[in-house]
């Protein structure tokens, strides 16, 4: 089992920064993949970046050259820097892991871009 607790999120205007934070604790050794996914309210969750236990990074379409995944493995802590936020940005991101076949899940985190 993984336990994950996200944090950083919160309200920005177009064209801010924000970094969230993604700590796992548990099983964290079993850990593969991380990354993070966001949902707006009525559409499906997407993923937005992930990275492997060897620092392989992966980012979607939308984000890329904007939001950079990281992960700092001597404080078992996975970031998601984002810059020049737009509004389109607005959701809530979740935090994930990959363990075997197995995905756990954040409690999510609010982000919000105002115009």
């Known amino acids: 089992q993984v336990q994950l607790v996200e944090s950083g999120g919160g309200l920005v205007q177009f064209g801010g920064s924000l970094r969230l934070s993604c700590v796992p604790s548990?099983?964290?050794?079993?850990?593969?993949?991380m990354g993070w996914s966001r949902q707006v309210p009525g559409k499906q969750r997407v993923s937005v970046a992930s990275?492997?236990?060897?620092?392989?990074?992966f980012s979607a379409d939308s984000v890329r050259g904007r939001f950079t995944i990281s992960r700092d493995n001597a404080k078992n802590t996975v970031y998601l820097q984002m810059n020049s936020l737009k509004p389109e940005d607005t959701a809530v991101y979740y935090c994930?892991?990959?363990?075997?076949?197995?995905?756990?899940w954040g409690q999510g985190t609010q982000v919000t871009v105002s115009s």
């Open positions: 548990g099983s964290i050794f079993s850990i593969s993949v």
């Open positions: 990275i492997t236990s060897d620092g392989s990074a």
């Open positions: 994930h892991a990959l363990v075997g076949r197995d995905q756990f």
